[in-house]
């Protein structure tokens, strides 16, 4: 079975700064995509970003980018120019290929983000 | 342009009554999955239904929990003769039926058991 770590359970960043949040993985399936889901306290779950095992290029979505490393089975969020509205819990998820049929998602445990003015 | 719709948003029962959950999945979406997520922890898979199909219930407590997505209506996850340990988020999300793409996630459902 696989399964998630997030090994941070807090962290915190200045305003306008950079910080990375760390998950690492455990599967034996070649192919595979990886999330980061957001969850700020009105408890939302909002996707931030996500990547394909099949890719090597590393996803960005504007602030966020991933430093996705395959072999390491390691996948790092990195936050640029950090904003007050980014404090929130921040899960990593996996979840196998469709082709298998089991499209659950495996969380990891979250990292508590505060962004200190 | 609705997302998932879950309700309610918060549902208070005593110790042994009955508590059911609805998810109305997002337009044109016909996968289901249901998660729990306890106190300062991650979301834990329980269920994935398709219409009128129940495709995987691994993360399902053999006990008194159920669920189902009707041909017509919303998914329904049913907890019977509820105990101070099923406090917790219930989260439904949906995907579509060629599902590469990522799950989109409801608000929750609160449950508080007194």
């Known amino acids: 079975a696989q399964t998630v770590t997030q090994s941070q359970p807090e962290m915190s960043v200045q305003e306008a700064e950079t910080v990375t949040l760390s998950c690492t993985y455990d599967?034996?399936?070649?192919?595979?995509?990886l999330f980061w889901y957001k969850q700020p306290p009105s408890r939302q779950m909002i996707l931030v970003i996500r990547?394909?095992?099949?890719?090597?290029q590393n996803a960005t979505e504007n602030r966020f980018s991933v430093n996705f490393q395959k072999a390491a089975k390691s996948f790092s969020l990195k936050i640029s120019d950090s904003q007050l509205g980014d404090a929130a819990m921040y899960f990593c998820?996996?979840?196998?290929?469709?082709?298998?049929?089991?499209?659950?998602?495996?969380f990891g445990q979250g990292t508590r983000l505060t962004i200190n003015p | 342009n609705a997302g998932v719709m879950q309700n309610p948003r918060h549902l208070v029962r005593r110790r042994g009554q009955e508590a059911r959950l609805r998810c109305s999945p997002m337009?044109?979406?016909?996968?289901v999955y249901w998660y729990r997520q306890l106190p300062e922890e991650g979301l834990k898979f329980m269920v994935y239904?398709?219409?009128?199909?129940?495709?995987?219930e691994s993360g399902m407590p053999k006990e008194r929990f159920s669920a189902e997505f009707p041909k017509e209506g919303p998914s329904i996850l049913r907890i019977q003769q509820v105990v101070r340990g099923d406090s917790a988020a219930y989260f439904c999300?949906?995907?579509?039926?060629?599902?590469?793409?990522?799950?989109?996630f409801g608000d929750g459902t609160r449950l508080s058991i007194l």
């Open positions: 337009k044109g979406h016909s996968h």
């Open positions: 990547q394909e095992a099949y890719k090597q």
């Open positions: 599967t034996s399936e070649s192919d595979y995509y």
């Open positions: 239904l398709q219409k009128e199909n129940i495709i995987d």
């Open positions: 998820a996996y979840r196998s290929p469709i082709i298998q049929g089991a499209q659950k998602l495996v």
């Open positions: 999300a949906s995907s579509p039926q060629i599902s590469n793409q990522p799950q989109h």
